[in-house]
């Protein structure tokens, strides 16, 4: 290795060395570990033995993997873009300079410290057919003789995973837009005020641009978590109705959960995949690196 | 109108809209657990106040609430500590000392960082079985350090980048080995960094879900939010002012060390998403 010394090497071992233990012990093997399974039948109480594709095989034949795959898809495809434009128009009111900007935002990160299993409980509350807080609104809004079945019908129990995920994770998007916002400085807006532009020219042609780093960060971190949704489906819709609300990875846990390892394996390996490769397009396409050095 | 009358107009319906959409559901879930009916909004009932649930939570055993509790703050106190001792030992060494590759390194931590958590936890699962630690602490531990490293290695090492290499240098020539520098010129200056850092690893270790449901089975381990989302009702009915009593109670922490450390964790969730 050209540039480096032995000795160099020897002296940063150590201080990597846990971070590598760790990480290779804890996530990489058991990533591994993970792939190899999904090629095994391994079923508790039966005798594992390797089936090479069998199980991708019995999934690309299994109509409950292609529900899961087009909801968990929907999912991101209608949650992402929700949560980043109302964490943008969160952002900019967060960047204005009044006098509770500091409660303000305390206020809005509430939501993103409460554990989503238990803000899901009060979400399912709030879903409640004839008690609940949803209905409530809903009905004094001039529809009192038809609430809404928010957890037992399909596009409700969509519609309740999306609200209760943008409730969650919208401050997170907020807070990284806001960080490329209160970088750009105050001049450029006052001399494009100076030169007559507008309040919506001055955001389309000046902070649009500036904050695309932040908005493509916030993308990818919203879509790979999206993807691997799981709690607040677990406790809100249990992946109903009939099936509708199931995530992959509720998917796949169902199989762990019935002992059905290596199936479960390799629902776990296409979403990993899946996310995989959004994630290095997204990267590509942002050029995310560069911003970052 | 003109347009500052606009542009304020704007600013203030639209805070109105993103408190209310923010704390409603989080004063709904107080207003339930406080509530002797959970369906104080129907027609038929009105609200009367009482801490009935609250007692019942705290003073009855079988619920386990408080042993929930316990487990969540010991499992993510312990392995927050754990993290960002690991996470500073790292980032001092990719910001201060020649190794070959450091920005992939870092890049690949942040890929491991993606990964579901579906495609670790049945292996997971086996080998603590194996050893016999499902429902132990040391169960949730372990992973949970593996998985708030990589958010905690980002935001440490944009910290540990802003510190002048020149205090290592004059610590060098003064004799001081990488160890002594680390703990007596890095750490200190770095200190509220650190706390930053600590308190994310601890919010996320809380958060933390799939790996506490499959990894523990009872009361000896099980931590807050897979308690309440299993807490069922003795009677069939879902006793929901119990539920929102304790999801109040569990997450008054959380609240707390927000209004105080709003500035912090906002900076250290920045650093670790934005900077390298």
């Not at chain 1, 090479?52 to 949650?79: A, C, D, E, K, R």
Request: aromatic fraction near 14%.
């Amino acid at each position: 290795m050209k540039g480096y010394s032995l000795k160099e090497l020897r002296e940063a071992a150590p201080f990597l060395l846990p971070l590598t233990i760790f990480i290779v012990a804890f996530i990489l093997v058991p990533v591994l570990g993970t792939i190899v399974d999904s090629m095994y039948l391994d079923v508790t109480f039966l005798k594992t033995r390797f089936t090479g594709l069998g199980n991708y095989l019995w999934m690309i034949n299994n109509p409950g993997f292609w529900q899961s795959l087009g909801f968990t898809l929907l999912f991101v495809l209608v949650s992402v873009p929700l949560e980043i434009i109302l964490g943008l128009i969160f952002a900019l009111l967060l960047n204005e300079n009044t006098a509770v900007r500091g409660l303000l935002r305390a206020c809005v990160l509430i939501p993103w410290a409460i554990p989503a299993a238990i803000s899901a409980r009060t979400w399912e509350l709030i879903y409640n057919y004839n008690h609940g807080l949803a209905n409530f609104f809903w009905t004094k809004l001039g529809n009192s003789t038809s609430p809404i079945n928010w957890l037992g019908s399909e596009l409700g129990a969509f519609t309740s995973l999306v609200i209760a995920d943008a409730w969650k994770t919208t401050p997170f998007v907020a807070i990284i837009i806001l960080a490329g916002l209160s970088a750009i400085p105050e001049e450029l807006y006052r001399q494009a005020q100076v030169d007559g532009a507008n309040l919506f020219q001055r955001f389309s042609k000046i902070s649009l641009p500036l904050i695309r780093p932040a908005l493509i960060v916030a993308l990818i971190f919203r879509t790979v978590d999206a993807l691997r949704i799981f709690d607040i489906v677990y406790v809100l819709t249990h992946g109903g109705p009939g099936g509708a609300t199931t995530s992959l990875s509720l998917y796949g846990y169902n199989y762990f959960l019935i002992g059905d390892f290596g199936y479960g394996s390799a629902v776990s390996v296409v979403l990993f995949f899946i996310a995989f490769i959004l994630s290095i397009t997204y990267v590509k396409i942002g050029r995310f690196g560069e911003e970052l050095r | 109108m003109t347009e500052q009358q606009i542009k304020r107009l704007l600013i203030v319906a639209g805070s109105l809209f993103m408190l209310i959409f923010s704390l409603a559901p989080f004063f709904y879930m107080i207003a339930t657990s406080l509530s002797s009916n959970p369906y104080f909004l129907s027609a038929a009932s009105k609200l009367s106040l009482t801490l009935n649930n609250y007692h019942a939570i705290l003073t009855t055993p079988s619920l386990h609430f408080l042993d929930y509790l316990r487990n969540s703050l010991i499992v993510s106190a312990v392995s927050a500590v754990f993290t960002i001792l690991i996470a500073c030992l790292a980032a001092y060494s990719l910001t201060r000392l020649k190794i070959p590759g450091k920005l992939f390194i870092l890049f690949f931590v942040l890929a491991v960082s993606m990964f579901p958590q579906i495609s670790l936890i049945s292996y997971l699962f086996k080998v603590m079985t194996e050893v016999g630690w499902v429902n132990t602490y040391s169960a949730l531990i372990l992973p949970y350090i593996a998985w708030t490293l990589p958010l905690s290695l980002w935001i440490l090492v944009s910290y540990f980048n802003q510190i002048p290499q020149d205090l290592d240098k004059a610590g060098l020539i003064d004799g001081c080995s990488r160890w002594q520098i680390l703990r007596r010129i890095i750490l200190p200056v770095a200190a509220p960094g650190i706390f930053s850092t600590t308190l994310l690893a601890f919010i996320f270790a809380f958060n933390e879900f799939m790996f506490a449901l499959m990894l523990t089975t009872d009361y000896h381990a099980r931590t807050i939010p897979v308690g309440i989302a299993l807490f069922q009702g003795l009677h069939g009915q879902t006793p929901w002012g119990n539920i929102m009593a304790a999801a109040t109670l569990s997450t008054l922490p959380l609240v707390i060390l927000t209004l105080i450390f709003q500035r912090r964790i906002i900076q250290g969730l920045t650093r670790g998403a934005l900077k390298g």
